[in-house]
C-alpha cells in the first residue's frame, strides 16, 4: 500500500512531511479552540451562554467539534485534500443532527444545567465514524466503490493501533505535567500546578498534543505495523481460549437449563460480547486473508470452530432478547440490543459460511469472511444513523410500546412502571406521561400525576408500595393515640417506617401554643413533627436533627424522646421572609466541655 510520505522512488518528501504536521498541529489548536468556546459557554459557575442556551444546537456542535477534527487528523495525506473537505462537511454535518437530535429528545432543567450528550450516542457515533471513514478511504484510493479486503484490513487495523498509542502517548503526557507540578510545588512554586487546571490551557493543549501524536505515529509507519503485527499475533493466541470457552457453555447448557442463564438479567449482553470477543479475535487470526500470511494450523482449526459457534450464540442472544420484551415491553436498551443482534446474524451468517463452505466447494481459507465484514461495516452505520436520529429513535419506540400495553391490559395499571416515563424517556416519554393523566382509568390516571409530581424514582417507588398499618406506642405509659394517626399510610410517610419488629414511640404536645397538640413520632434515628391540616389529616411537617455528643445521652431516638424534661425552645434567630419563601436559620451548635473528673 502506499505511504503517504513518500514519492513514487520511494524517497521520504520532506516538504510534504512538514505540510502534513502543520495542517495537523492547526487542526489540533482550532479543535481545543472551539472545544474550550463551547466549555466557555456551559460552564457551570458562570449563567449559560450562546450556544448552549439553545441545548440541541449545543449538542450538535459539540459532537461536530468533538469528532469531526479526529477524522480529519486521519484523513489529511491519505485523502485528496477537496474529497476531504467534502467528506468533513459531510461527517460533521451528520454528527451534529445526531448530536441536535440526543439533546432535544431528553427532558432536563436547562436553566441549572449544561446540555449533555448521553453515552450511547457519544460511543455508538464515534464508532460509526470510524468504520465509515475506514470504508471510505481504500475505496478513495482504489477508485472503486468496494476496495480489495487487504485494504480494508490495513487501513482500520492501522489506524486503531494509532488511535490507541497517540491517546496513550496524551494521557503520558498529562502524567509528566502533573508529575511536574508536583515537583514545582514541594519548592514553593505553585505556577504549573494552577496551570494545568485552567481549562483555557487543558483543553486546547490536550488536542494538539494529541494532534501531534498523530503526526509522530503516522511518520513512522512501519513501526506502527510493527506493532500492530505483535498486537495481531498476540490476540490470535486468545482465540483458542474463547473458542474452547464457548464451546464448553454451549455443551453444558442442555444439561444445566437456560433458567440460570435467563435470571441473570442480562443474558443477551452476555452472550452479545462473547460474540464479539469471537469476531474481533477472528479477524486477528485472519488479518488480511493472504495465502503467505497463513496462521498456524491451531488457529485455522480455532478460527474455523469460533466461526461456527458464533450462530447459536447469536440465536440464544436472540432468544432471550424476545423473551424479555415479550414479558417487559421494549425498552431503549432493548432495542439497541436488538440493533446489535441483527449485526450479530449477519455476522454469524457469513463466517459459519465461510467455516463450511470448504466441504462442498473448494476455496481458500476462511474467504467468504472478507465479504461479511464489508457487508456487516456498511450496515453497523446504518444501524447507528438510524438509531441516534427520529427514524428509530429507543426512547419513542419503548414509550409507544410500553403505554400501548398498558392500553390493552397487557400490564396492569399497578405494575407498569410510570417512572420510566418521566425520568428515562425525555420528552416523548413525558408527554406520554401528561396524556396518561387524561385516561379514563382512574386508576392510571391517579398514579400517572402522582409520578408527575415526584422529584425522583425513589419517590415514585415509595409512593407505589401498598399502604400499611403503623406500630406505634403512645407516651406516657397509657396515652392514646390520636385518630386516624396509626390508620395505614403508603410508602412515603415516615408512620410507614413503624413496622411490627421495630416500631415507633410518640408523645404528644403542643409545641407551637395555638391550642392545639401535635404529634412527636420518633423511630430508632429520627424523631417527625406531625400536625393537623386543614382538612383534618395529620400531615409530616418535618424533622428534628440531633446532634452526636460526647458523654451525652445518644442512640435510640425512641428513648430520647420519653425523656421527662421535653419541652420546645423558641429559635435564637427569627425565621426570614425572602420573595415569598421562608428561610430557616440552622443554628451552628458546638457540644459543651466535658466536665473535669478527679481520678
Known amino acids: 500500500m502506499t505511504d503517504p510520505f513518500h514519492d513514487l522512488t520511494g524517497r521520504t518528501s520532506l516538504q510534504g512531511a512538514k505540510g502534513l504536521a ?15 468556546l463551547l466549555y466557555s459557554a456551559a460552564s457551570p459557575s458562570d449563567a449559560l451562554s450562546w450556544p448552549a442556551t439553545q441545548p440541541p444546537l449545543f449538542g ?9 477534527p479526529v477524522m480529519l487528523l486521519a484523513g489529511i495525506g491519505r485523502l485528496p485534500l477537496r474529497f476531504l473537505a467534502l467528506w468533513a462537511v459531510v461527517a460533521a454535518a451528520v454528527l451534529g443532527l445526531l448530536g441536535w437530535h440526543d439533546v432535544a429528545r431528553q427532558a432536563r432543567d436547562y436553566g441549572f444545567h449544561p446540555p449533555f450528550l448521553t453515552f450511547p450516542a457519544l460511543a455508538f457515533s464515534a464508532a460509526a465514524l470510524f468504520i465509515a471513514h475506514h470504508l471510505i478511504v481504500p ?68 488536542c494538539l498534543v494529541f494532534a501531534v501524536a498523530v503526526q509522530l505515529t503516522d511518520v513512522r509507519g512501519g513501526l506502527i505495523r510493527g506493532v500492530r503485527t505483535v498486537a495481531l499475533m498476540l490476540l490470535s493466541w486468545l482465540l ?91 425498552t431503549p436498551d432493548r432495542i439497541i440490543a436488538s440493533a446489535c443482534a441483527l449485526v450479530g446474524v449477519v455476522y454469524a451468517l457469513g463466517y459459519g459460511w465461510a467455516a ?75 408527554d406520554a ?90 423511630t430508632r434515628f429520627n424523631i417527625a413533627l406531625f400536625a393537623l391540616d386543614a382538612d383534618g389529616q395529620w400531615k409530616h411537617r418535618g424533622d428534628y436533627n440531633i446532634r452526636s455528643c460526647p458523654g451525652l445521652p445518644g442512640g435510640d431516638f425512641r428513648e430520647l424522646l420519653k425523656s421527662s424534661d421535653l419541652a420546645p425552645v423558641s429559635p435564637p434567630w427569627p425565621d426570614l421572609n425572602l420573595g415569598g419563601r421562608t428561610a430557616r436559620m440552622t443554628p451552628q451548635e458546638t457540644c459543651p466541655t466535658p466536665s473535669a473528673v478527679n481520678p
Open 240 to 330: 483458542p481460549v474463547i473458542a474452547v470457552l464457548a464451546a464448553g457453555f454451549l455443551i453444558a447448557l442442555p444439561f444445566t437449563g437456560f433458567e440460570g442463564l435467563w435470571r441473570t438479567g442480562s443474558a443477551t449482553a452476555l452472550v452479545l460480547s462473547t460474540a464479539a470477543a469471537l469476531i474481533i479475535l477472528i479477524n486477528a487470526c485472519y488479518q488480511d486473508g493472504r495465502e503467505d500470511n497463513l496462521p498456524p494450523v491451531v488457529l485455522r482449526l480455532a478460527a474455523r470452530v469460533a466461526a461456527v459457534l458464533l450462530t447459536p450464540l447469536v440465536l440464544i442472544a436472540i432468544w432471550g432478547l424476545s423473551l424479555r420484551i415479550g414479558q417487559h415491553g421494549l
Open 22 to 36: 502543520a495542517a495537523r498541529i492547526v487542526v489540533g489548536l482550532v479543535q481545543g479552540l472551539l472545544l474550550y
Open 139 to 206: 475505496a478513495v484510493a482504489a477508485r472503486r466503490w468496494i476496495a480489495d479486503f487487504d485494504d480494508y484490513f490495513d487501513t482500520a487495523w492501522k489506524a486503531g493501533v494509532q488511535l490507541a498509542l497517540s491517546l496513550g502517548f496524551t494521557g503520558a503526557f498529562w502524567l509528566l505535567l502533573h508529575l511536574g507540578a508536583a515537583l514545582f510545588k514541594v519548592i514553593g512554586l505553585g505556577f504549573l500546578e494552577s496551570l494545568i487546571t485552567e481549562e483555557w490551557f487543558a483543553i486546547p493543549v490536550t
Open 433 to 522: 406521561l401528561l396524556d396518561l393523566t387524561r385516561s379514563p382509568n382512574a386508576e392510571i390516571a391517579r398514579r400517572a400525576k402522582q409520578t408527575r409530581a415526584a422529584e425522583s424514582r425513589y419517590d415514585v417507588e415509595r409512593a407505589a408500595v401498598p399502604p400499611r398499618k403503623p406500630t406505634i406506642e403512645a407516651w406516657p405509659a397509657g396515652a392514646a393515640l390520636p385518630a386516624r394517626f396509626d390508620a395505614p399510610v403508603p410508602g412515603d410517610d415516615p408512620r410507614y417506617a413503624c413496622g411490627r419488629s421495630d416500631g415507633c414511640v410518640a408523645v404528644l404536645r403542643d409545641l407551637n401554643g395555638d391550642g392545639r397538640e401535635e404529634v412527636l413520632m420518633a
Open 356 to 430: 463450511l463452505s470448504p466441504f462442498w466447494r473448494k476455496t481458500a481459507w476462511m474467504k467468504p469472511l472478507e465479504r461479511t465484514n464489508v457487508a456487516a461495516a456498511v450496515l453497523s452505520v446504518l444501524v447507528v444513523l438510524a438509531l441516534f436520529s427520529p427514524l428509530l429513535d429507543p426512547a419513542r419506540l419503548s414509550v409507544n410500546d410500553q403505554t400501548a400495553r398498558l392500553k390493552r391490559g397487557a400490564v396492569s395499571p399497578a405494575d407498569f412502571d410510570y417512572a420510566f416515563l418521566k425520568f428515562e424517556a425525555g420528552v416523548v416519554g413525558r
Open 60 to 68: 450538535g456542535l459539540l459532537l461536530a467539534c468533538g469528532f469531526t
